[in-house]
């Protein structure tokens, strides 16, 4: 049923077709007389081509659609498990600044007024207590904004190797994820030589309530036609 649901619809009906009219031709018109000159050399050539499209429609169906659905199905089975980290780190920046907090959530992904909330209390030079720091520097929120977002490019950069196999809308949402104003902030941030005089992060609340609806969006979409190739 995959392979049908997966099939071009203007070929499906084109096959449709075609079979209806050689059955017609075969089984009704061939007993009616002709009913204007050539009309049997017409109903000849009509039936041919129907039955060339037919062939075609068939070995199509079996050696390139087929074989075009398994190679699909081997790929995003990767793009599932790539989409499954990019998802998890956007959810993980909402649950690290809610711990942080001490702001309990009540689903994944903070509300608006569960995040203002969040960024009032966090200070965005402090170092985050679910970091954990081997290199003996001083981090903070932006660091660690940062590293998250090279994780998510990094998986990004990898489903995009597949790129001759993916689905459009699937590289609309990666797109949404790669430009949006979060990214630019935590990569523009660590190229600033100075603190940014913020006591919190209440002024980054529409950033970072954008950024979790996009990945939020995302999941959705994972959900409804990425998630069956997982294996």
């Not at 690290?96 to 907090?101: E, M, T």
């Not at 994780?151 to 790669?178: G, Q, R, V, W």
Request: with cysteine; net charge positive; hydrophobic share 40%.
């Amino acid at each position: 049923m995959e392979l049908i649901k997966t099939l071009r619809k203007d070929l499906g009906l084109l096959f449709i077709i075609s079979l209806s009219i050689v059955l017609m031709i075969n089984f009704w018109l061939i007993d009616i007389p002709e009913l204007f000159t050539k009309g049997n050399t017409i109903g000849v050539l009509v039936e041919k081509l129907c039955l060339s499209y037919i062939s075609a429609f068939i070995f199509y169906f079996f050696v390139v659609h087929i074989k075009q659905q398994k190679d699909k199905r081997n790929i995003y089975q990767f793009v599932a498990e790539k989409s499954i980290c990019i998802i998890s780190y956007g959810q993980t920046i909402g649950k690290d600044l809610a711990k942080d907090s001490n702001v309990k959530l009540k689903a994944y992904y903070p509300s608006k007024d569960e995040l203002l909330e969040i960024c009032y209390k966090i200070d965005p030079y402090s170092e985050p207590t679910t970091l954990v720091n081997w290199s003996g520097l001083k981090l903070n929120w932006f660091l660690h904004f940062e590293n998250y977002r090279q994780e998510t490019m990094n998986a990004i950069n990898e489903i995009y190797t597949k790129m001759p196999f993916l689905d459009a809308k699937l590289i609309k949402h990666l797109s949404l994820i790669e430009s949006s104003q979060f990214f630019s902030l935590t990569k523009s941030m660590q190229n600033i030589p100075f603190k940014v005089k913020n006591e919190n992060l209440i002024n980054f609340v529409e950033i970072i309530a954008s950024y979790l609806k996009t990945i939020k969006d995302f999941e959705k979409f994972y959900d409804e036609n990425i998630k069956k190739y997982k294996v």
